[in-house]
Every structure is written in C-alpha cells, then in structure tokens.
C-alpha cells in the first residue's frame, strides 16, 4: 500500500470524453489545456478502457469494481453490491456526489455512502409522500406525454423540457463543489463529481458563448437532424459531422476551464497538494466513424478508450502505456490512500505497473444493448437491467482487440496498425482469434458461475424469510 495520512480524493469524470480529445493524445484542438496540464504533473495512463460503452454500466463497474453483466445484468448498486465511496464513508471521511444524472438515481444505489449526493432527479420527479395518489398520476401524465413525443418523433424536444429543470453545466457544478469543500472545515473528502456536459451536443442548451463556435440556429437545426438520423438510422453529411465535433469539443472546453477552476479553488484552500486527483470518463461518443452517432450498441475505441489522470501525491509524474481496465481504478484509489478493498472488488491495484509487475486486470468491456435489444428500464425508479439476450464482450491485449457477440460475426483488429478497426483479421488470424476468443468465453463462464451463486444465495436467504414467518409466534 502507498499510504498517505488521510489526503482527500477529487474523482471527476467526464460523461463522453473520449481518450483522443486530449492534448496528449495530439488532438489538434487544443480544448483541454487544464486536464493536459494535470497530466503532465501526474500518472497519465494511455491505454484506459471503460468497462461499459455507455453510463451507467460504465459508472457501476468503476464505483463496485465487478463487471456489468454480473447480477443478471442489474445496474443497480444493490446490498450484494459495496460501493466504493461506502469505504470511504466507514473511514471517517466526508463523502459529497454530484452528477445531476437521472440514470444515476439514489433509487439506483448510486447514492450509497454519500453524505451528500445530488443527483438531479428530485428536480422533475417531485415526490409528494403525503399524496402518493398524487404522485402515480404526476408520474402518469410524464411518461404519456413522454411517449407521445416518442411517437411523434419529437424526443429531443421532451429532452430538452426534462433537462431544463435538471441539468445543471460544469461552471454551476464546481461552484457547488467548492462551497461543498470549504464549508467542511479539516475533514477529509471524498468528492465525486461528473461533468455532463458533453454527453448534450443534442441539446441546445445554454453553453456560454465564449465555448461555443456556432451559430445558435444553426445549433437547434443540427440537433434536429440529428435526432432525425439516430431514429432512422441515416448518415449525416461531412459538414454536419464536422459541426457536432464543433459542438462536442466546445462542451469539453467548458468542462476543461470547469476543473481548471476548481483546481484553483483546492489551491487557494491550501489543499491541492494533499487531494489525490483522478480525470477519467464513463466511456466516449460516435461521430459516424462505424455508420452511427451517440454511444452505447459498439465496443470501438471512440466509445470505450478513455482518459485517465492521476495526480496524486504519492508517485512522481509518469506515462503508463500499457492496457488498463477501469475496473481497476477503485482498489488503485483505496490503495492510494491506505484502506483496504472490499472482498467483492474484483479488480487490482494499477500501482503496480510502475514496478514492472503488470499485476493488473486483463481488459474486458461489455456491452448488453444492440439498435435492437434494449435494457430494462424502470421509469419511475430509473433502475436500469442490461438486455443479456444484446450481450457483447470485447478484450484487449497486446495491441489487438477481439469483439465477441452473441448476435452478429465477431471481429478482430490489430490496434497499432489500424487503430481506427477499418480492417476485420478475422479470418486471416485464426489461430490468435482462438486464443482471444477462448478467454472471453472464460470470462464468460465466470459471469455465469457468479450470477448462479448469486441466484442460490437469494433462494436461499428468500427460504430462511419465509420459514421464519411461517414458524408460530
Ligand atoms: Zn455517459
């Protein structure tokens, strides 16, 4: 362990930011001076894959360090589930969440071990405990006129009604994060906050104008089509493309001056060198590089290579170019920090690579939505259950990536020379193809060995209830 007497730990994660967009990566934009910054004053990890190509698979692995399609696909952070900030709160520290995301809903456990969480849902789905009759048909009216948007194909335009009231920008969100800090007096912290900002280059909302390159009508028009072309599954013109990068990258601008200002803020506070520092992302954004936008339904590097910093006290600053999973950042985090990991993390301390070992955790993503098979979700609680039936699992080593699925014909790239995956070796690579393909199915075959324990020990426990009170007072 590297401990140091309880620093304070400042996890921001950046919804959508994908590992190319940074200076270090040559990114010819320069949006990210700050983070860039960062990561040359700390650990800058180069080949950083999230485990999941959309929010809240990505978000879950990264807090309980355990794999999405484990618990039967259950995105909840359920009472088998430990969330990581819960160790930090059983240590004393003072733990505050902010990520104004409604998929990331105290509903969904999300909230577990926060002092404070903010998570944004309490602003549109007002909760009247007194007239829970009230409540059902508040929440009745929502989800038809939600529908009805659908149908008419006017769902950016519920987004944007939704997110009036709940989105909250970078700028706002680090200035509660600081009033959050300085209020608390010489209590360690343990603060995550996660910047949404670029998850929205669909919606027009308000990004100050000194961010934003483009017309505002331009804007909505953009969005509109847009919103036209993931419903219909259509190609968008170069020039749009282009523009939504425009838009993209001015959201990670706004992010970028965001921490640059709240890591000024910890300086002022004296207490930017004792804070552990970690930028990472829940997973990045498809501009049309396989034929479709957004994320989620793929495992290419635009959706699953991420940013990772780690700023920390304890090491020197260092280039780690070896492949990582995000399932390792939470024991990496405890370990920096001197508290032990929970027996049900699965994942191993990143530490390690800058000894040599390379005792890390082999890089595995998942994927359970396709175009077609969409997750479970409840509306009212938010609580999301990945479709198994949609399952996808890639895995990364020695510059090669092998993507297995359940539905369509499994593909294998060679990552250093076509790091864009234009070339499917599937074929032409047999004998690695079995060899990558069979600890997939080993990972696999974990999964299914995890989720039948998981299922007798409910039985079990579900059996102990029932004789109890079926036993005479
Ligand atoms: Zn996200």
């Not at 070339?423 to 600890?439: F, P, S």
Request: proline content about 4%.
């Amino acid at each position: 362990m590297y401990r140091t007497n309880n620093n304070n730990v400042l996890l921001i994660t950046v919804d959508c930011l994908r590992a190319d967009r940074l200076g270090t990566s040559r990114y010819s934009t320069n949006v990210t001076r700050n983070i860039d910054r960062i990561a040359s004053e700390g650990l800058l990890f180069t080949q950083a894959y999230s485990v999941a190509p959309w929010t809240t698979p990505s978000l879950v692995s990264i807090l309980t360090s355990t794999y999405p399609l484990m618990f039967g696909g259950n995105l909840s952070i359920t009472s088998n589930r430990t969330s990581v900030v819960e160790v930090f709160k059983r240590a004393g520290y003072k733990t505050f969440g902010l990520t104004y995301h409604p998929w990331l809903s105290k509903a969904s456990g999300f909230g577990k071990g926060f002092d404070t969480y903010k998570d944004g849902t309490e602003t549109y789905l007002r909760h009247h405990p007194k007239y829970p009759l009230l409540d059902r048909m508040i929440f009745m009216v929502k989800s038809f006129v939600m529908r009805l948007f659908d149908r008419l194909g006017l769902s950016l335009a519920w987004q944007i009604l939704r997110s009036k009231g709940s989105f909250v920008d970078a700028i706002q969100m680090t200035d509660e994060a600081m009033k959050l800090i300085s209020d608390l007096g010489k209590q360690p912290f343990f603060l995550w906050i996660h910047y949404l900002d670029p998850h929205w280059v669909d919606i027009p909302h308000q990004i100050p104008a000194k961010f934003l390159k483009l017309n505002r009508i331009r804007f909505a028009l953009l969005s509109l089509r847009r919103e036209r072309a993931l419903r219909t599954r259509s190609l968008l013109s170069n020039k749009d493309i282009r523009d939504l990068i425009t838009i993209y990258d001015s959201e990670i601008a706004l992010v970028d001056y965001a921490i640059g200002k709240l890591l000024y803020s910890l300086s002022n506070l004296g207490l930017l060198d004792n804070t552990h520092i970690i930028i990472t992302s829940d997973h990045g954004e498809q501009f049309q590089e396989h034929s479709d936008l957004h994320h989620g339904y793929y495992l290419y590097q635009e959706l699953i290579h991420v940013p990772l910093i780690i700023k920390t006290p304890c090491f020197k600053a260092a280039v780690v170019d070896y492949p990582i999973s995000l399932i390792d950042l939470s024991p990496t985090i405890l370990d920096l920090v001197g508290l032990k990991k929970p027996p049900n993390f699965l994942g191993k301390c990143l530490m390690s690579l800058l000894r040599n070992r390379k005792d890390v955790s082999p890089v595995f993503s998942e994927e359970g939505e396709t175009r077609h098979l969409k997750p479970e979700v409840d509306l009212k609680s938010g609580i999301i259950k990945l479709n198994l039936n949609a399952k996808q699992i890639c895995y990364v080593r020695n510059g090669w990536k092998y993507i297995y699925t359940d539905l369509h014909k499994n593909e294998l790239y060679n990552l250093t020379r076509d790091p864009l995956e234009k070339r499917n070796l599937i074929n032409d690579e047999q004998i690695l193809a079995t060899k990558m393909r069979e600890v997939i199915i080993k990972h696999t075959q974990f999964i299914n060995s995890f989720r039948e324990t998981e299922r007798q020990r409910v039985r079990k426990r579900i059996m102990k209830l029932k004789t109890a009170i079926s036993r005479p007072p």
